[in-house]
């Protein structure tokens, strides 16, 4: 396994990055790898289940959607200061997320197939160190949004036109930590982050309607869209709101 | 002598002057020093607000953009409250960055349980790879910043008012002879070693002197031994440093003495020095402990 040198090499690029300020060549997106149709048989490879289709997992349709439509990243300008992030808070159930970062090309395919063992880089919450595309190592909940807002923070104080796409479910907005960092990003007006919430419904004490307007009151700019619309979502993904952050609630199926 | 608090705060400033990578996040707290600093840098000093665990994720979300911070408040609010903002923020996303505690443990003693955090050193320990900074006067807090933001990796540096009269070198990883005598060896951490030095007046002991504990000196505590008695003093929860102690002696029997603030909780107010006596931390508080310790040997 050749992992350890990716973590060395995203540590040591750490100081070069904010010094150094390369100017890429903004190649947008990878070629390599399957499409949407694919990932059906991407998933089964870490389910075992031939008939795990994507709709039966929430995040899949934004995650695609970002990755071939949106985000500026892909294997070639993953380590460049000035990528578009995606951060991927929420990260219970990365099945999806794998699946679409192998479609694109970040690490073999070979790599699904005995995801969560001991010698395998794929766990059950995502480690940046271990994973290429990995940006943040999640699980705790909460802590995703926070991070986002600290990266928006230095993209604007390093002159970077790059954004950070931060992924949250809607029931890890229970955390208060969240409460901190939309409150903050409000203040700071920081348009270099967008937060995508997958909305199904899944928190205990679900209020519904309530999520945009909680960012709104903040101060962000809010939109509520089908989560399984793909022109929806790439319509409202690539949007940009000077002087301010904004959230893109993605409903899907209650849970 | 110069406050180490205004010192953190001026040497911050003059690091953001110079380098154009180094942030300064806080929140609210210490806010009436970084005025100019603010003014001069709007986007490399940020504070929160009343935020703490958003405070220790900005900072490492900063980090994760190449830039290095600098993450301040008090250490009650930085370590205990928000740990595993710490935790998963820098040691699990593997990045680097500084954090600076003010307070420690007696600092604000009229302001009871709340402010005071003597835990924060032991809490730190339970990471890997994180330098911890004890400086004991306030030069040193001004090289220990400038250490840790020109350096690498994870580190916490544990701000003051308590100082002594003589300020040292830091380097990470050594510690320095002060006194050196035949019998017991007595190592004291950052602003206790003016105590320990007056606690030791007319005994035959080495003292040593760590402003960095983690890595700690295992060999220049080695070097040194007389008997193998050794005394720690430290001005955080008693024990903290004991158990790297035991690593450095274990193929030597050896007697340990570990002082330091006690885990029961005081209630009182008061003064700094007040709160130090009631742990036995000031020099006649230390020389008790010390002579009890040394009598047990010599009878043994």
């Known amino acids: 396994m050749t992992t350890g040198t990716i973590g060395a090499d995203t540590f040591d690029a750490r100081r070069g990055s904010a010094r150094t300020r390369r100017g890429s060549t903004r190649t947008r997106r990878g070629s390599a790898g399957g499409g949407y149709e694919d990932l059906g048989r991407l998933m089964s490879l870490m389910s075992g289940d031939e008939k795990h289709g994507p709709a039966a997992t929430s995040t899949l349709d934004v995650l695609w959607v970002l990755y071939d439509r949106v985000l500026d990243v892909s294997p070639q300008n993953m380590t460049e200061p000035d990528r578009d992030r995606f951060y991927l808070s929420k990260g219970h159930g990365p099945m999806a997320y794998y699946a679409v970062l192998a479609a694109k090309g970040f690490f073999p395919e070979s790599w699904l197939t005995d995801w969560a063992s001991f010698d395998s880089p794929l766990g059950h919450h995502p480690d940046r160190v271990l994973v290429p595309g990995v940006e943040i190592s999640s699980g705790s909940l909460g802590h995703g949004l926070p991070l986002a807002v600290g990266t928006a923070i230095g993209l604007r104080a390093q002159g970077l036109h790059a954004r950070v796409v931060v992924l949250v479910g809607d029931a890890e907005l229970d955390e208060g930590s969240n409460a901190e960092a939309i409150q903050l990003a409000g203040a700071l007006g920081l348009d270099r982050l967008t937060v995508v919430v997958v909305d199904n419904a899944s928190t205990s004490y679900h209020r519904p309607g309530v999520i945009a307007p909680r960012f709104e009151h903040e101060g962000w700019d809010a939109l509520v869209v089908d989560g399984r619309d793909h022109e929806a979502l790439e319509w409202s993904l690539s949007r940009r709101t000077p002087g301010r952050p904004n959230v893109v609630v993605a409903e899907v199926e209650s849970k | ?300």
């Open chain 2, 1 to 300: 002598m110069r406050d180490p608090r205004e010192t953190f705060a001026r040497t911050a400033t003059e690091l953001l002057d110079e380098d154009l990578s180094t942030a300064l996040v806080y929140a609210e707290i210490s806010g009436q020093y970084f005025g100019d600093a603010a003014r001069r840098h709007p986007d490399r000093v940020v504070n929160v607000g009343i935020r703490e665990q958003l405070l220790l994720s900005v900072g490492a979300g900063l980090a994760l953009t190449g830039m290095r911070p600098i993450v301040h408040t008090f250490s009650s609010f930085l370590v205990e409250r928000s740990f595993e903002q710490i935790k998963l923020g820098f040691s699990h996303q593997h990045v680097g960055g500084v954090l600076v505690g003010s307070g420690g443990s007696v600092d604000i003693s009229s302001g009871g349980r709340t402010h005071q955090s003597p835990g924060d050193v032991a809490l730190i320990d339970t990471l890997p790879d994180w330098t911890v900074h004890v400086p004991g006067h306030a030069d040193e807090v001004a090289e220990s910043l400038r250490q840790a933001v020109a350096g690498e990796g994870r580190h916490y540096v544990r701000v003051v008012g308590q100082q002594n009269t003589t300020a040292f070198a830091v380097r990470p990883g050594r510690m320095h002879v002060v006194r050196r005598g035949s019998g017991a060896t007595v190592v004291a951490v950052g602003p206790m070693l003016d105590p320990v030095l007056d606690a030791v007046e007319g005994l035959d002991v080495t003292v040593l002197y760590a402003n960095i504990v983690r890595p700690f000196d295992m060999t220049g505590l080695r070097a040194v031994l007389g008997t193998n008695e050794i005394v720690l003093v430290e001005p955080y929860l008693a024990g903290t440093s004991s158990r790297v102690v035991a690593e450095a002696l274990r193929d030597l029997p050896h007697r340990l003495l570990a002082l330091g603030i006690g885990r029961t909780e005081l209630r009182r107010y008061g003064e700094p020095q007040e709160h130090l006596a009631a742990h036995g931390l000031d020099a006649a508080g230390l020389r008790a402990s010390i002579t009890r310790f040394l009598a047990a040997a010599a009878a043994a």
